[in-house]
């Protein structure tokens, strides 16, 4: 069974520009999260989708959005970046919603200049 | 945002030797978890607690979930160089959205 994939996995951009990433979970799972991590912050919650629907949010600004497509694959969008942004972004699924047992993709690591 | 205190920060230790690591909160969790991350990857789960006072195994881990259900801790017996990481523990609330607060991490080295 392959694990959860995040394309891409590297990526560079400039501020002011908006990112697009990509998160395929595990098949047959329903719920995707978003995460991001820094050195400075850890690990913080951006949003959990189940059934295409935003069930749970973190405490980000609104420039960061997401949405979940009906085969489940999530994508996750940052508008007007900012130097702060840099991060590893991780997301996770799991079969029914509830968080427990996430499993975790390689993450897409962002880099904004 | 909200992140559960791990200690310790670091841990430098030799090969063979035991390792320990906890987790505390001042919330109480239905659910405690633990994870390591090796560099460029994404967190692996390692063990899963689900009642308080539980005590699980996972080859060399141990991992058990706090009484009180605000703390958790972590051993590995008899550490060898592929434990090295970053190990997290994370806890989940009540109620199915509730959304995994994780650890500060414990960054294991092991000295050859």
């Known amino acids: 069974k392959a694990g959860v994939t995040q394309t891409p996995r590297y990526l560079i951009k400039t501020r002011g520009q908006q990112v697009t990433l990509s998160c395929s979970p595990i098949s047959g799972h329903r719920s995707v999260s978003w995460y991001q991590q820094t050195p400075g912050q850890g690990l913080q919650f951006l949003f959990e989708y189940f059934s295409e629907t935003q069930r749970n949010k973190g405490n980000f600004p609104g420039r960061f959005s997401g949405r979940q497509f009906s085969n489940s694959r999530s994508e996750m969008n940052v508008s007007t970046l900012e130097l702060g942004d840099s991060a590893l972004y991780l997301c996770?699924?799991?079969?029914?919603?509830?968080?427990?047992?996430?499993?975790f993709g390689p993450g897409t690591r962002l880099t904004v200049l | 945002g909200q992140q559960l205190n791990q200690s310790p920060q670091s841990m430098f230790i030799q090969e063979g030797e035991d390792v320990s690591m906890n987790c505390t909160s001042s919330?109480?969790?239905?659910?405690w978890l633990w994870y390591k991350q090796e560099p460029g990857e994404g967190p692996v789960l390692l063990i899963a607690?689900?009642?308080?006072?539980e005590l699980t195994s996972n080859g060399r881990l141990t991992a058990q979930f706090g009484i009180t259900r605000k703390d958790s801790f972590l051993n590995i017996s008899a550490s060898i160089p592929s434990d090295v990481g970053i190990y997290f523990c994370a806890g989940l609330g009540w109620g199915g959205n509730e959304k995994l607060t994780f650890g500060t991490g414990t960054r294991l080295t092991i000295i050859p």
């Open positions: 607690l689900y009642k308080a006072g």
């Open positions: 996770a699924s799991t079969t029914s919603g509830s968080s427990d047992e996430q499993f």
């Open positions: 919330s109480i969790f239905n659910t």
